[in-house]
């Protein structure tokens, strides 16, 4: 997920992902890229899945857009999805559609099927998911930015531990932070 410092996803409402605060550049884009194609499937909530479902099709095919732009345009279409949502009950682009009201034990009989990395998209989604045990990991691109209001990347949770695993420096100041959760011991 993109986020600023004070950990927002969005400082005006509907941004969906497209603030002016973000500072996305190639070598940036280039390695949401590289992630994106490791994984053996991607789950989203609704809100995610309309946002990139408007753009990224178009722009596999778009010449006038740069190559990483298109590239990843390829990989958004091409890759084994779930859409998390109550809402809707079909979707195009490789992906299947879980209700939300069913998703966390949905998408946990996913996870024991799947091998290899499920990326998650959406703040809700990410909140139900790291409620129920079923994230293993956070993958953060922060932006050097403070909004102080806006949409936080969680809801409300209880305390978690998490080790810092992975740590990248990006042009403009953004930084990856990837973290481990870390399981409560017997």
């Given at each position: 997920?993109?986020?600023?410092?004070?950990?927002?996803?969005?400082?005006?409402?509907?941004?969906?992902?497209?603030?002016?605060?973000?500072?996305?550049?190639?070598?940036?884009?280039?390695?949401?890229?590289?992630?994106?194609?490791?994984?053996?499937?991607?789950?989203?909530?609704?809100?995610?899945?309309?946002?990139?479902?408007?753009?990224?099709?178009?722009?596999?095919?778009?010449?006038?857009?740069?190559?990483?732009?298109?590239?990843?345009?390829?990989?958004?279409?091409?890759?084994?999805?779930?859409?998390?949502?109550?809402?809707?009950?079909?979707?195009?682009?490789?992906?299947?559609?879980?209700?939300?009201?069913?998703?966390?034990?949905?998408?946990?009989?996913?996870?024991?099927?799947?091998?290899?990395?499920?990326?998650?998209?959406?703040?809700?989604?990410?909140?139900?998911l790291l409620r129920a045990g079923l994230l293993d990991e956070l993958l953060l691109f922060t932006h050097p930015v403070i909004l102080g209001a806006g949409r936080p990347l969680f809801d409300s949770h209880e305390p978690l531990e998490l080790d810092l695993v992975e740590q990248v420096r990006f042009d403009q100041g953004v930084t990856l932070h990837r973290y481990a959760v870390?399981?409560?011991?017997?």
């Amino acid at each position: 997920m993109n986020v600023s410092l004070d950990l927002r996803i969005e400082h005006a409402k509907d941004e969906q992902g497209g603030g002016s605060w973000m500072r996305i550049g190639e070598s940036l884009h280039l390695e949401f890229n590289s992630r994106a194609r490791a994984l053996s499937l991607m789950v989203q909530g609704r809100t995610i899945y309309e946002t990139m479902e408007g753009f990224w099709p178009r722009a596999r095919d778009d010449a006038s857009l740069p190559g990483f732009l298109r590239e990843y345009g390829q990989i958004w279409t091409s890759m084994p999805k779930v859409l998390v949502s109550r809402t809707r009950t079909s979707a195009e682009h490789n992906t299947r559609v879980i209700n939300a009201d069913d998703a966390v034990p949905a998408l946990a009989d996913l996870r024991a099927q799947t091998e290899g990395d499920i990326g998650v998209g959406g703040a809700t989604l990410a909140t139900a998911l790291l409620r129920a045990g079923l994230l293993d990991e956070l993958l953060l691109f922060t932006h050097p930015v403070i909004l102080g209001a806006g949409r936080p990347l969680f809801d409300s949770h209880e305390p978690l531990e998490l080790d810092l695993v992975e740590q990248v420096r990006f042009d403009q100041g953004v930084t990856l932070h990837r973290y481990a959760v870390r399981r409560l011991r017997a």
